[in-house]
């Protein structure tokens, strides 16, 4: 495909799914994705070399996880999302809502904390720059829900209802930092609420959810917002290419409607994702208490027997 300056050609045909898949690569983000392929790639091989195990479904899960954002950025989505509300709006929440559980799934923290080589004594090398940065004022602050759901809520509504996005939209290097801020915010939202990594906030498993349910609906009133609207809201979308044959507020409906939709799908998710965590938990905690109980002759239960046994003494 020819592209223009800041990716966008203004001869696209008319859009199909086929067109759409079609390889056309942001180089940008293509090198960030085999980097980041790459890099996960070593954690595992240096983990199995020296007898460690990794669960093969997190790495699976990291790996759909930047796969996505490779099918959003390096193929011909990216060329029509230029041009198309609705296309831009499946970038927009792919990159936004399932890269990021997907790739939180993937545990690269944990993983990079078990496979960096501990520095010397005195020394800071990659794994203990890495504790400090989790250990940091500045991670407390923008992995706590006051932060991180107002941040979510403003990526949608202050960008797009105000000058910003069309500012955005034309050059390439403002498309690529705003798809790096929807990611960006994803992960920030989404990884105190999975908790599959170590981080400054933690909260328990009800309190996670509240916190899922507290952003969501706010995805679903956006959309309602452009499928309800009586004319085009966005200037880079208003006037599409006549070769595409589509009609600008049609093509603004669908993107509501794929902005309402696709706000039940990380909900799923991630409610799946935390029940199986809550599971696993209780399981977890009720074999340390069988443990403890072996260790200690099972006094907690003896105890309350004999005080059982008391209260029927007293009462003959």
Known sequence: MDHSGHGMTM?????TLGRGLEWSADPFFLVACLAGLALY???????????????????????????????MMCTGLNDYGMVMFSVH??????????????????????????ALPTAGRGRKGPRELLLMFLHSWYMRIITHPAFTIPLFIASLYGLYFTPLFDTLMGSKPGHIA??????????VFFWPIMGVDPGPHRPGYLMRMLELFAGMPFHAFFGIALMMASEPMIGTF?????????????????????????????????????LFQWYASDQRQARRTDRAADRDGDKELEAYNAYLASLNAQGR
């Open 178 to 187: 705003m798809m790096v801020h929807f990611l960006a915010v994803g992960l």
């Open 11 to 15: 001869d696209l045909p008319p859009f």
């Open 89 to 114: 709006m499946v970038q927009h929440m792919v990159i936004s809502m399932v890269s990021p559980i997907l790739i939180l799934l993937g545990a690269p923290i944990t993983l990079a904390l078990r």
């Open 238 to 274: 208003k006037n599409p290419p006549a070769s595409l044959g589509i009609e600008a507020l049609a093509d603004q409906n669908a993107a509501g409607g794929i902005a309402w939709a696709f706000s039940e799908i990380p909900s799923v998710l991630v409610l799946v994702a935390l």
């Open 41 to 71: 790639g070593w954690g595992v091989v240096r983990l199995v070399r020296r007898g460690d195990k990794w669960p093969v479904g997190r790495t699976v899960a990291f790996v759909l996880g930047v796969l996505s954002i490779m099918l």
